[in-house]
């Protein structure tokens, strides 16, 4: 009788110890992203884990990421400047104008690949963490941002869209303090300067 009960208890014993070692598994296979963070090497999930106003920037090249505890601390790294809500964001010559960064004009504000375009934030009216964008992303996972956008914040024009390798988008022309206006909350794969149809 103490037999049959103690194999009742261990079935379930075995397959909770499967479940988690299974979860383990998935946690550790997850693709490490390694960024800058403050001059040091870091792990990018480890930090976004420790701090939920991480915000990034791509502006030495794709994939490439420089990362701050805060946005404003990313913007002042940048040259750039926040104007009167959020949504606007001025870089280079024109952060002391106070008028929107051109590609012309925005020669300081640029990265080695580009000029910022647009920042997609995780929690919406640009909140929580952020990655501001110089480059077009064909697929958001290789910077730990797929289906996490909540607000975008553009400095020209940019198209988000739904899937990956830049399906399905949404045009912007200016910035959506909120994604779920459009039916687009936590769904942006890809991203891209201009605008795609």
């Not at 701050?68 to 280079?92: D, H, P, V, W």
């Amino acid at each position: 009788m103490d037999k049959t009960k103690n194999k009742k208890r261990l079935i379930p014993a075995l397959v909770v110890t499967c479940i988690l070692v299974l979860i383990l598994v998935a946690a550790t296979d997850e693709k490490t992203i390694i960024v800058s963070y403050y001059g040091e090497e870091a792990n990018l999930r480890q930090l976004e884990s420790n701090i939920k106003t991480l915000s990034c920037d791509d502006h030495i090249g794709k994939g490439i990421l420089t990362c701050y505890n805060t946005f404003e601390e990313m913007l002042q790294a940048n040259n750039c400047k926040i104007g009167s809500n959020r949504g606007e964001i001025f870089c280079g010559l024109d952060s002391l104008a106070g008028k929107k960064d051109t590609t012309a004009e925005a020669e300081s504000s640029k990265g080695i690949n580009g000029t910022l375009y647009a920042t997609l934030w995780k929690d919406v009216y640009y909140e929580g963490s952020s990655r501001s964008l110089y480059q077009d992303y064909n697929d958001l996972n290789s910077i730990n941002f797929n289906d996490e956008t909540s607000s975008v914040t553009v400095s020209s024009s940019t198209t988000i869209f739904r899937h990956i390798n830049f399906y399905q988008g949404l045009p912007l022309y200016s910035s959506v303090d909120d994604l779920r206006d459009y039916n687009f909350n936590d769904v942006t794969s890809s991203v891209a300067r201009g605008i795609y149809r």
